[in-house]
């Protein structure tokens, strides 16, 4: 499985940008792709999940600015993410793993729930 992030950037406070994931090696929408943030200083926190079987989602702190979509021709996971702010800014990485149903409860969150990331890509949002 190889995961492929792509579209960080330095950006200022409220503009957007999409991030992509593609995925090789593996049957896409048999397993399922999360995104995480990791900000400096502090550990790799969950942002959105999809399940393979169309079902997406992302967590409450960032819900109404980031959303979530799939483009399966393509392989590739998309997070949209509008009104950026500075307290966004981190390295973004997407991770394959077992299925599990969207939003993942308890430890299906946890990073070491996912066998397969990407390298990351980073977000810096400053003025």
């Known amino acids: 499985v190889q995961l492929v992030e792509s579209g960080g950037g330095l950006v200022q406070p409220g503009v957007s940008l999409r991030l992509s994931c593609t995925a090789s090696g593996f049957t896409f929408g048999t397993l399922r792709i999360a995104w995480f943030r990791q900000a400096p200083g502090k550990e790799r926190e969950w942002l959105s999940c999809t399940s393979g079987d169309g079902t997406t989602d992302v967590v409450d702190p960032v819900k109404g600015r980031f959303t979530i979509s799939v483009d399966n021709a393509k392989s590739t996971v998309y997070l949209q993410m509008n009104s950026l702010k500075p307290e966004d800014t981190g390295v973004y990485y997407c991770?394959?793993?077992?299925?599990?149903?969207?939003?993942?409860?308890?430890?299906?969150?946890?990073?070491?729930?996912?066998?397969?990331w990407g390298q990351g890509t980073q977000v810096t949002v400053a003025s």
């Open positions: 991770a394959g793993g077992p299925f599990r149903q969207c939003p993942y409860a308890g430890s299906d969150s946890f990073p070491s729930a996912f066998d397969s």
